[in-house]
């Protein structure tokens, strides 16, 4: 077999106790690195670091697929629960996710599909500060479907959020009074005589 050193040099072909043998004497591994070339290609490395730096490096790989989140929503949906709804989208979006919003048409609800392209438009008026479309709601059998994908972090304008930085409310020393604020005691009660 072919042997090359730690240091990566050729040592020629050598016989395969030998090529041990020199392995042991250095206190490393003898490894097969080409067992299909002829003769096999061995290389002596310490084989337990070799398996680190190659899992080290499969795993620091960053991960270029964003996560998709899906909000659903009904052609009849009520303002409390559109808004809540968006504001989950706005967070995902947030975060950099792209977000799948379907509205899904049931029973009769297919004869009015202007109702549910209505809720889809807004939804995506509603989160235009956030992410941008990446093409049309389209109907697809029973759903109508759109994609956004989320803006950079820098161009992202939050509408339901609000942002940690931003100042909070402070009633203080110098804020008008308000006469709710303010209660007074309640009167002591007369006791009553009798019983």
């Keep these: 077999m072919r042997c090359i050193s730690p240091e990566g040099k050729q040592l020629g072909i050598l016989d395969t106790q030998k090529a041990i043998a020199l392995a042991l004497e250095v206190g490393l591994d003898l490894v097969e690195v080409a067992p299909n070339a002829t003769p096999p290609v061995c290389r002596i490395m310490d084989f337990g670091k070799y398996v680190y730096e190659e899992q080290k490096k499969t795993s620091h790989v960053k991960s270029t697929a964003s996560k998709i989140k899906e909000i659903e929503f009904s052609a009849r949906i009520a303002d409390g629960d559109f808004f809540t709804k968006i504001r989950h989208a706005e967070e995902f979006l947030g975060h950099g996710n792209k977000v799948k919003l379907r509205l899904k048409f049931r029973g009769r609800e297919m004869a009015h599909?202007?109702?549910?392209?209505?809720?889809?438009?807004?939804?995506?008026?509603?989160?235009?500060?956030?992410?941008?479309?990446?093409?049309?709601?389209?109907?697809?059998?029973?759903?109508?479907?759109?994609?956004?994908?989320?803006?950079?972090?820098?161009?992202?304008?939050?509408?339901?959020?609000?942002?940690?930085?931003?100042?909070?409310?402070?009633?203080?020393?110098?804020?008008?009074?308000?006469?709710?604020?303010?209660?007074?005691?309640?009167?002591?009660?007369?006791?009553?005589?009798?019983?």
């Design 113 to 195: 599909t202007e109702i549910g392209f209505a809720v889809m438009t807004r939804g995506v008026g509603e989160l235009v500060g956030m992410g941008h479309p990446d093409a049309d709601p389209k109907l697809i059998g029973r759903n109508i479907h759109v994609m956004l994908t989320p803006l950079a972090p820098n161009k992202r304008k939050p509408k339901f959020k609000v942002q940690a930085d931003s100042p909070a409310v402070d009633d203080g020393p110098d804020s008008p009074v308000d006469e709710h604020d303010e209660q007074e005691p309640p009167a002591a009660s007369k006791p009553t005589a009798g019983a």
